[in-house]
T-cell receptor, first 112, second 112 residues
């Protein structure tokens, strides 16, 4: 899995609580991404990072924030979880030169 | 209208059949085209990557890009039950090296 570890792999949380998902890579890739995958929508980009402390929004960023204090770690935070954020979340990495992204195993989040 | 359209399937074929998977897109600026395979409860893995128009072959897999028709295809020859998975197309513009746009995926079932 290209040296990408997502944690936790599964989480159930209550509406209104904060949640943080972690992505850790051992490849020293510059770019890191958070996607969510929902039936009928495929993969949609939430946020991405192009370096330490350099992040930007994707197409579905509302309700999410990210941080990248080290090359290897990219955190996704749901400030106040809602049921619409129930989804499978994937982290991905890529180098500056390559165009393809390599994905982690995913985190299945359920907000009840 | 979505930028990338993909029939969700499921597509069911007998073992040994030739499989054709397709995506259409609306943005003529897309230059990089990828196919990912995703097994159930796993992260997507890159299968094929092509730049601009033309064909690319890798073993039993052939990727085709027709930019004039805004249409890409993935062919699988001699399909195997192990090919049963969801296939996602993805693409990006020349000027946006880290923003992949995904189709919603086609589920393929190869019957023994």
């Amino acid at each position: 899995d290209a040296g990408i570890t997502q944690s936790p792999r599964h989480k159930v949380t209550e509406t209104g609580t904060p949640v943080t998902l972690r992505c850790h890579q051992t490849e020293n890739h510059r770019y890191m991404y958070w996607y969510r995958q929902d039936p009928g929508h495929g993969l949609r980009l939430i946020h991405y990072s192009y370096g330490v402390k350099d992040t930007d929004k994707g197409e579905v960023s509302d309700g999410y924030s990210v941080s990248r204090s080290k090359t290897e770690d990219f955190l996704l935070t749901l400030e106040s979880a809602t049921s619409s954020q129930t989804s499978v979340y994937f982290c991905a990495i890529s180098t500056q030169e390559d165009t393809e992204a390599f994905f982690g195993q995913g985190t299945r989040l359920t907000v009840v | 209208q979505k930028e990338v359209e993909q029939d969700p399937g499921p597509l069911s074929v007998p073992e040994g059949a030739i499989v054709s998977l397709n995506c259409t897109y609306s943005n003529s600026a897309f230059q990089y085209f990828m196919w990912y395979r995703q097994y159930s409860r796993k992260g997507p893995e890159l299968l094929m990557y092509t730049y601009s128009s033309g064909n690319k072959e890798d073993g039993r897999f052939t990727a085709q890009v027709d930019k004039s028709s805004k249409y890409i295809s993935l062919f699988i020859r001699d399909s195997q039950p192990s090919d049963s998975a969801t296939y996602l197309c993805a693409m990006k513009r020349e000027d946006s090296s880290y923003k992949l746009i995904f189709g919603s995926g086609t589920r393929l079932l190869v019957r023994p």
